[in-house]
C-alpha cells in the first residue's frame, strides 16, 4: 500500500541506480516513490537462498569503496558506515590462463610483482602499464585512449600476447573483446579494479541494496515492490505520472526511470512521443552482450580452494575468443572457460552454514527460448566440468544446481536481451549524449547502466554514479554538471 496518491518523483526500478536516485532526492526533502516488479530491491544487485545456500544472482563484488570513490561518496553522503557492512577480500581476482596464476591483489605493488613473477622479462612494461592505468590524470588518460579500442593502447605497452591475453581476460567485466572495448573505458575499469576492488558486503550481495532501501525509507520515501509499471503517463507534452499493471495511477510530475531505456521509450512512453533522432538512436545502439550463469551448491570443501571474489578460468587459447564470439552470437566458445564467484567462500559461515556456494558464469548471446530449453543443460554441463578442474569440486559433492540463461537474465529484471551493462562500451558509443540522463520530454529522467555518462559502463560504482547525477540534475537542474561528479568525470569538465 502506498500512502499518497500524488508523488514529487516516481522512480521506476529499484536496480542500484534507482535506490541511489531515491536515496538523495528523499534525504533533500522530495516525496518519493520507489516502484519495483520484483519481491526484492537491487536488480542484478540481488541474493536468493535455496535449500540453505546462498547466491548472488549477478553481481559478486564491488569496486570503487574508498572514502574518494563513487560507492564510498555513497556511503559518506547517506551516513552509512562502509567497514559494518563492507569486507574486503585479498585477492580480488586470480586468473588462471593455461599453466599460469595470476592475482590482482588489494595492493598494487603485490599485483605487480604477481604479473612479473609470471612474465620476468617483462618487468618494465608491466610497472609501466600499472604505473600508467593507475597514476595518469584522466585528461591524458582521456586523450590517449578516447577513439581506441583497448587492443590498440595494449599493443603500444607489451609484444606477449599471453600477458596481453591475461588482461584480455579481465574484460568479461565489461563484456566484450579487446578488439571492440573502448580503452578509454577499460582504463576507468582497470583503475578501480586496481586500486579499489573485491568488495563484498559481509551478509551477501543482497544487504547493499537492503541497506539503500532502509536509507530510502528513513528520509521518508516509500518503496512499492511487486508491482510493475505499465505506462509513463504524459499530458500536455509533459510527465503527469505513471498506470501500474494493476491499473491504478499514480500521479508525478517526475519520473526516472531505472529500467531499460528501449523499455522505458517504446513501451513505457509510446512511439508517439519519441523524435526522429531518438528512434534511430534506440535502433542503431548495440547492447553488451548477456551470459549464463550456473549456480552450485556443493555440500563439502573445495579441494583447490581460492579465497577471492572471481577466479577466472581459461584453460586453453581457444577460450579466450570467447567474448567476441559471444559479441557475435556465436555458440560454439561458450562453456570453454568459466569464471567463478567465489565471494561467499569469503563470508560463507553466516550465509552457507559452513557449505559451499559458488556461481560461474560464461558470456552468452540471447537465443529464442527453444534454443535454450534444448541446449542450457548441455552448455551448463560444460561450465561445471571446467569448475571441476578449477576448484577441485569433489565428485558426487554437487547438491544443488539453478541455472540462469540470458532469458532468465531479462524476465527478472526486463533489461534488454539479458544484456550485462547497458549499451556495449564501443568507442563510438561512449559519448555522454547517446541516451542522456535528462530526457527531452519534460519531467523524465533516466538513470542507470543505460543512461551514459561519457566514459561506458563497468558495474556498480558507475551505475552509483548515474543515480547521483540524476538526483542532482533535478534538485539543482542549473548546477547539475558540477554535482556528484567525482574524478572520473574530471575528464569532461
Ligand atoms: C551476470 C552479471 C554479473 C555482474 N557482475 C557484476 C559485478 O560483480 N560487479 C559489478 O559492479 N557489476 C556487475 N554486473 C553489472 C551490474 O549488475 C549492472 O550494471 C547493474 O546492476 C545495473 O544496475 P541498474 O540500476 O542500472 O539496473 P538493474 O539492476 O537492471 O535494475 C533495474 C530494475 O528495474 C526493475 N524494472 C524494470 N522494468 C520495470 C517496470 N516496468 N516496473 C517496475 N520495475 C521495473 C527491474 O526489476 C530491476 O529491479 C553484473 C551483471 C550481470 C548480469
Redesign the pocket.
Known sequence: MIKHQNYDVII????????VCGCYLAKHGMKVLI????TQ?????TSFTRDGYHFD???????GVKEENQIGILFKDLNIKSSTLMTRIDPSDAIVFKNKRLHIYNDIDNTIRSFVSVFSNQKKEIERFFLFVTKTDFTTLYKRAFKNTFRELLDNFFYDEELKTCFNILLG?LGLDSDRISAFSTLVFFRELFTDGGYYPKNGMQAFPNALEKKVKEYGGEVLLF????KIVIKNSKVDGVVLKNGDFIRSRLVVS???AQ?TYRM?IGKEYLDKDLLRRLNHLIVSP??L?VYLGINSKLKNEERC??LWYFPSQNSVRCYKECFESKVTQIGEYSIC?LSSLSVSHQLNHGKVSVSL?SMAPWKEENYWSINKEKVAEKIIRKAIEALGIPRGGIELKEIATPLT?YK????HN?A???WASIPRQINKCIMPQKSRIKGLYL????ATRGWG???????VN??RTTANMILKPSTSSKLGVTNVSHAYS
Do not use: F, P
Not at 530491491?41 to 544487485?45: A, D, I, R
Not at 527478472?412 to 533489461?415: A, F
Open positions: 521506476i526500478g529499484s536496480g542500484i541506480g534507482g535506490l516502484i519495483e516488479k520484483h530491491t537491487g536488480g542484478y544487485c544472482v549477478a553481481v559478486h563484488s564491488l569496486r567485466n508491482n510493475e509499471v505499465q531505472n529500467a531499460d523499455q513505457l548477456s551470459a550463469i571474489c572471481t564467484g558464469t537474465l527478472y529484471t526486463y533489461n539479458g550485462l551493462y547497458g538513470c542507470g547502466h543505460w559502463q563497468g558495474g556498480i560504482s558507475m551505475v548515474s543515480g
